[in-house]
């Protein structure tokens, strides 16, 4: 695998893969540009070294052309923000996109339309009945898995060199993260310096520990987190278990929850993830009190209950200064500190309390040399929603890639770069 800095894109065609994938009102303007500018640092180096790019990014989840999700919508942003004019191919492997980019001069840049408006991007069947047989599913699979060699194909030939810079979704194996990178010999493919850095931040949590490890996992539901829990008990000092999840632990000890949101066939594993926790050492961290509510609303009564004495007719929103105070003890003692979800409802600013005195004491443990990886989208949202972003160690654009990495996954856009296994 080559290295982003030691390679000279000096008429070079470089196929940059990124993550655009930006969020837009009603009006196609967009309300988020952080992706775009997160991309700006690989971007710019080819350029400047006399390179061209073709950019290939995703935008929402169309299931074919969809003028919604048409990367026209950016088009203007990303030229303004690149300081360079982008032109624009209206369809990702038509003629034109192959014209567009052969005619490519130095310092000149090309972005393709959405390449998810092909089915062959993901490798996934479209359009099937919903009573099609096995039989007809296992065809349709093949048929896409055999157009999407094509596909890949057709990408890989208008560059010279590929770049991917979209740790977003780093975890898919789609046509342009993964099976396009077999077309470049190991001196023609690396990381951009996004994926660089995302990549040395996951990596430095999970095997550059430096004890106590704290990690902090929020969410409403035990069920899409526990590979990710279980991982973590092999690896953490202290695991605070925060969010919706603290009802499901909290009534499988016989706790009382009120309204409050609960997995009930979950209760069995949330005790077992308790007994690991005891028998591996880990110290597990879960609410004492809870901010409680009348309604899910930011105006509802509220007021403070122990966290097993919820009252009927009552939910808990966030976490009690009780488990503030307990929960930040325990962050401001860590030297590696990872935190994936908030403590509560932290989108109504009646319920932030909890997220923002976890984000504050993250803050305080990086000043006092901690280490500290913030990922998934409601964690990142927290802290630019409290200004904290760059006073924590890294904040990672990638969520789905980075829950996947903690788990200890394989991930095939990072593989494939590498020139690794991923299957």
Known sequence: MQSIDNFNFAGKKAFVRVDFNVPLDENFNITDDTRIRAALPTLKKILADGGSVIIGSHLGRPKGVTDKFSLKHILGRVSELLGVEVQFANDCIGEEAGA??????????????????????????????????????????????????????????????????????????????????????????????????????????????????????????????????????????????????????????????????????????????????????????LAVDAKIADAFSNDANTKYANVNEIPDGWEGLDIGPKTIEIYADVIKKSKTILWNGPTGVFEFENFTDGSRAVGNAIVEATKNGAFSLVGGGDSVACVNKFGIASEVSYVSTGGGALLEAIEGKVLPGIAAVKGESYK
Do not use: W
């Open 100 to 285: 567009k980019a052969a005619a490519l001069q130095p310092g000149e840049a090309l972005l393709l339309e959405n390449l998810r408006f092909y089915a062959e991007e993901e490798g996934k069947p479209r359009g099937l009945a919903e009573d099609a047989t096995d039989d007809e599913k296992k065809a349709a699979k093949k048929a896409v898995k055999e157009s999407q060699k094509e596909f890949t194909k057709r990408l890989a030939s208008y560059a010279d060199c590929y770049v991917n810079d979209a740790f977003g979704t780093a975890h898919r194996a789609h046509a342009s993260t993964a099976l396009i990178a077999d077309y470049f010999d190991a001196d023609h493919k690396m990381f951009g310096y996004l994926m660089e850095k995302e990549v040395k931040a996951v990596e430095k949590v999970m095997n550059d520990i430096v004890r106590p490890f704290t990690a902090i996992m929020g969410g409403s539901k035990v069920s899409s987190k526990i590979e990710i829990i279980e991982n973590l008990l092999n690896k953490v000092d202290n695991l605070i278990v925060t969010g919706g999840m603290t009802y499901t632990f909290t009534k499988a000890m016989g706790g009382k929850i009120g309204n409050s949101i609960v997995e009930d066939d979950k209760l069995d594993l949330a005790l077992d993830l308790m007994k690991k926790a005891k028998e591996k050492g880990v110290n597990l961290v």
